[in-house]
């Protein structure tokens, strides 16, 4: 088995756990990129603005020719939240999360929409993964280690969350329980010498 690997629209994370060539050489055990869902690209933004431009435009030609042009300017104003909205959820997109597991640490990078990023480093000996559910919620998962807390992954969805929770407990057990093939300890059959 060459590794693990899970794919979803809105995370991507790899499992090295079988330690290939180039999990030998940077240590990663376990490698997970989380980026936030975004259904429109550039030029669908782009479109889309257009479109809402030219819709509010004809409405407001409407009426502005039966006489309520007191209507121009609340669509201006329609038109410019929209439009300021629609841009701070396209901004949101270059959020990115960079979790990797090493045998000793666990590092977080994150990644913020003006290119800035913050790293923060967890010891993996007494880390837990927990999924802190909530009534009504999407589940909070937090890497918790002797009084430090920090959330991970709050752009996903419940079902890439508990994907995630489960890949990555999973790889932390194996970090902590390493599986060694000793060839001197596999039991051979028996062989009779006549």
Not at 25 to 54: M, Q, W, Y
Not at 152 to 176: C, M, Y
Request: charged share 25%; glycine share 6%; net charge positive.
């Amino acid at each position: 088995m060459v590794g693990k690997a899970f794919r979803n629209r809105r995370a991507r994370y790899i499992w090295l756990m079988d330690r290939d060539a180039e999990a030998l050489e940077s240590g990663t055990l376990f490698e997970a990129v989380i980026i936030p869902h975004r259904s429109l690209s550039p030029r669908g933004l782009r479109i889309l603005i257009a479109a809402i431009c030219l819709l509010s435009g004809l409405i407001v030609l409407r009426f502005w020719l039966i006489g309520a042009w007191p209507v121009a300017g609340f669509s201006v104003a329609e038109i410019g939240i929209a439009i300021f909205l629609l841009r701070l959820n396209a901004n949101r997109a270059r959020l990115s999360e960079l979790v990797l597991l090493s045998e000793d640490t666990l590092r977080i990078v994150r990644t913020g929409r003006t290119g800035r990023r913050d790293e923060r480093v967890l010891p993996v000996g007494w880390l837990n993964v927990v999924l802190e559910e909530q009534p009504g919620r999407v589940p909070k998962l937090l890497l918790v280690a002797r009084g430090l807390s920090e959330e991970i992954a709050a752009t996903l969805g419940e079902v890439e969350k508990r994907d995630l929770w489960s890949a990555l407990r999973e790889a932390l057990h194996l970090a902590r329980n390493p599986l060694f093939d000793n060839p001197q300890l596999r039991s051979e059959p028996a062989t009779r010498d006549t």
